[in-house]
């Protein structure tokens, strides 16, 4: 059975130093301080210590091959977004990390599939990018879940949407600048609490927002199985049926329309919370996700859904079906 891995992440071994190119903070470097390891800084901030699977596609395909996992989509590490930048300094930082990506696939083409990044704080820049990462064999891009505190809702990141329904481009939304991060730094709650809150604020924006109206070829994809949208469903129907005054006021739509209608990463780390999204979305639309290379994901790649004992066909469509018709490719070219 083909098992393809859609939610990992990956760097380039060598960043350039784009604080003291740009001349400010809040950019990434790597700080290679002994073999194999390497330390992301932040200027002088230390964000987080990597291992060489986090850049080297060979020890990557040996990792996750123990887990009998053929492919690995790969996107950047959402720290590395970079939509506090200048326009014209995001765009080149995301031409940067999508020229990385496209030599990658192009170079393992059987074993890595590519979504770029993209400059979300300059639609207009965004919108050239998305052309130019599909010549170069994109497959879609991975977006944060709020742009700068603006929800994905907001019109001026339409022709982004309109772009990638033109191009045939898929849309992983993945948490980033979690709200109330700052006043939560203890106990790694951004992680554990602001991360699935974000992805339920994106899909709730998008939903009231009438986005999946608007644009309704968008084939769109929310990390952690949802976050916390499917586990609090009830409460969100519950709230656009008492006060669609407040709720309803730009789509008349119940929310629960849409389950089925988006794709969700499999990654609950709990059986009976992804029956339950099972039952929610169906098979078809809940893909296999690790999280990959990181220790809050599923770095067994599925094991858990392998001990769950579903029907064949189930686990075929988490383990390849679902991610090969959200990113519109075809399963025979990676056998």
Not at 222 to 231: D, I, N, T, V
């Amino acid at each position: 059975m083909l098992k393809i891995d859609m939610h990992t992440h990956i760097i380039p071994k060598n960043l350039p130093d784009w604080s003291k190119e740009f001349g400010y903070d809040g950019f990434i470097r790597l700080d290679h301080h002994k073999s194999s390891w390497a330390r992301m800084m932040q200027g002088d901030q230390f964000f987080r210590e990597i291992n060489h699977n986090c850049w080297d596609p060979e020890v990557r395909i040996k990792e996750y091959d123990r887990f009998n996992t053929h492919v690995q989509v790969v996107c950047t590490i959402p720290v590395l977004f970079a939509y506090f930048a200048q326009p014209e300094h995001g765009l080149k930082v995301a031409k940067f990390l999508n020229d990385d990506l496209s030599n990658l696939v192009n170079k393992y083409p059987k074993k890595y599939i590519g979504l770029g990044t993209l400059p979300m704080q300059a639609p207009e820049m965004a919108v050239e990018e998305l052309y130019r990462i599909k010549k170069n064999g994109l497959v879609g891009v991975q977006i944060g879940s709020n742009i700068n505190n603006k929800n994905l809702n907001e019109p001026e990141f339409f022709p982004i949407w309109e772009a990638c329904e033109k191009l045939g481009l898929s849309v992983l939304v993945h948490p980033w600048n979690m709200m109330g991060k700052e006043h939560m730094s203890r106990y790694w709650l951004p992680w554990l609490v602001g991360m699935p809150a974000e992805t339920s604020r994106a899909m709730c924006s998008m939903i009231f927002g009438g986005i999946f109206e608007k644009f309704p070829l968008l084939r769109i994809n929310f990390c952690h199985a949802s976050g916390s949208f499917l586990s609090t469903l009830g409460r969100i129907e519950h709230g656009f049926n008492c006060r669609p005054d407040l709720v309803a006021i730009d789509n008349n739509h119940n929310p629960k329309k849409y389950c089925g209608q988006f794709w969700v990463d499999c990654i609950t780390h709990d059986p009976e919370m992804l029956n339950y999204v099972l039952k929610m979305q169906g098979s078809k639309r809940v893909t296999l996700g690790s999280d990959y290379p990181f220790p809050l994901g599923d770095l067994e790649i599925g094991e858990f859904i392998n001990k769950m004992q579903l029907e064949e066909n189930l686990v075929e469509d988490i383990f390849c079906n679902s991610t090969l018709e959200w990113l519109n490719l075809k399963k025979e070219d990676y056998l």
